[in-house]
């Protein structure tokens, strides 16, 4: 356990602001409500004007609630001599650690400019020899099941039908969108409860996160997936059964291989009420599930759940994207989960080190097309509902996905900014201005969950006519008819290995 | 009647009636979990587990299982606070999982993962469990006559008024307590040397919260980070000696009650990793 001496700060050697607010005096009506926002505090009221005081993030907070309109948040870029390896980022990163000697912390998705296969798909539309499909005028079907569809129909000599085997428990959604796992604790209430009536609004799932089940969320059960993390934090027999679903956690996108730590600041009265946990204290996921060494393991955890919900809903296993996502996803199956997701690199967090965001992980593009043919050939593909997470940016990341191989998929970022996240990668601060990411009571009220509410429930509403649009240019009329499809993808990049992994055509490629 | 492979898929078998296995008694309900079907196969745990539930559901406070032989998540979120559930043979892994209230007694030895999350209630084994026990329990209580494995009371958490206890006869192997945030775990050490060590490495490693005590001996190169070693005082002697009594009422055994030669890990701070991150973001 490292021991740091409380380092003796020397200003000129810490690493400079990267933005500064910078307020126009003639405009300014010196009514304060920039100060008093900043949840950064990187404002001040002095002399008759507002001033930048240092440690501004560019959250947007005081530009978005002057009246005046007066306050322009600028990037400070002259401060490093340009040099195109030791960039501006690595040389930051050095200044901080040789102040702190901790290791660093952060959140949200990357912010390394990878390179996004999904960036570099086409999609497909029907022309002349099949016709596309107006989805405003006739069907198109974004229903979707969540559950191992393990049922078997046989049709007898004599024409009658034959449920050979029952299909296992399945929960509908209205639209191959998961809201995903974001608990109480990295979230506040106000977010959390946003989310979840979003959910319930679109008929769709959302995850209850690791840090348990607020009382107050019971009403939104039928439309939460709980979760059962390394830390089992807040897991219960009522927690499990109240559930449409429950999902093992094994890894997440961001931080694959790594627990949770909630600080102890932001365990609060609440956090410690749901969480099941002493008030004040480290919140610890261990990084491991300590019942879990193996595929084995993992089936009798699996199954555990499963006589714990009575066989009534099914469960679920998400693992970030590794290297052998292909055979732990098999692994996985056959352990037999229910449902999958698969968490890509870029996916977003409440708080991880740095060095596991930026460096740990693959891309969900090349994650889920792997998935999907690895089960396919296996012959499993066909037990299971596969989710794909980690960054979907837009209905674009979301058809490319599915076309990919998932069966629907797992956004988090997205519904964050559309409740007022502006993705300063600070959520592990716990003092988010716009009251999404915090406990602060002060900031937490700054959310309304009703607006939040309202505004994901359009975001995911016009995803789906979106998706419906580019359905129906394919000639397709049900979104279980694109899942797998890569043959309505082409890849526009510059690298044909990348296409021929992910079992997608170049572009120019057709079928003779 | 329904059986299952390997998979845990449904295969069709002969006409067996598991409700046969089921022997009604005054005050208690006896279930045979040795009972075999036509084809020579012993129940499934579905089945048996299944059987518990039904004979929960009407109500009956008293169970008995009889003839387990390793079936696996037996009574798991169990939650009647009157139930009592009496096991004969060797119950499989998570026993008593999620466990809400019931007290579970086994006459036998369990196996790995014995009240897995257990939120309330009472495991009593009158044998040794292995592996991980008592992984992440907040509440409750676990007596173990024997010996347990590797990795027990991990991640045991203690919250507003409950908090989970563990009393172990025999020794303990290796990370027992790591990652300990609440509770205590007791280990008597009744078969061995009082000047030897019952317990392997990394005890206690990123304890932040409980406390373990040991009848015996432990070398600081056996801690793992984050605890600490001490004498037991006066105090922990009130706190321990209602946890020793439990135990000799269960087992109807006697422990001597010498502190001199107990030590108590606890740990070093409740925020071990406090100083291990640089929040600065950059």
Redesign the interface.
Known sequence: MPQHASPKRRMELEAPDRFRPVVDHELCKKCKKCVSECSYRALEFVDGAVKPIGGCVACGRCLSVCPAQCIEIRQIQSMFPPHANFNERVRRGIMSQATTGGVLLTSCGTDIPYPVMFDELLLDAAQVTNPAIDPLREVVETATFVGGRKGRLEVKENGHLHIEKEPGPMVAMDMPIMIGHISLGSVSYNAQKALFAAAKELNILAGSGEGGLHKDFNVFSQNLVSEVASGRFGVTGDYLKRTAAVEIKIGQGAKPGHGGHLPGEKVSALISQTRMIPLGTDALSPYPHHDIYSIEDLQQLISVVKEATEYKVPIGVKIAAVHNVGAIASGIVRAGADFITIDGFRGGTGSTPRIIRDHVGLPIEVAISVVDQRLTKEGLRNRVTVFAGGSIRSSADMIKAIALGADAVMVCTAAMVAMGCRVCQQCHRGVCSWGIATQREELVSRLDPEVAAARVVRLFRSWNEELKEILGAMGIDSVESLVGNRDRLRYFGPNSKIAEIMGVKHVGEGWG | MTAYDV????KKVGPFDPTTAIERKEGCVIIHADRRDEDGRLIHY?VL?DLV?QIMLEGQRHIVLDGVMGH??IA??A?RKDLYIEIHGTPG??LG??L?GPTIEVFGNAQ??TG??M?SGKIIIHGNAWD?TG??A?GGTLLIKGNTGY?VG??M????GTKPTMVIGGTSKDYLG??M??GTIVVLNLNGKVDGSPVGMHLGA?I??GKIFIRGRVEPHQLG??AVINQVGEEDAAELDPLVAQFEHAFKTWVPRDWGMWVKISPAS?????????????
Do not use: C, Q
């Open positions: 998979w845990g898929e449904r579905k587990n539930r696996r998540y798991s979120t939650n892994n998570n999982a999620f809400d790995d993962m897995n999350t939120n991980v992984l992440a907040r990795r991990i991640h958490k203690e919250y507003a790591e990652y945030a609440g990123g932040h919260g980070p984050g409740s925020r071990p990793f406090s100083g291990h991150y640089d929040p600065t973001s950059i």
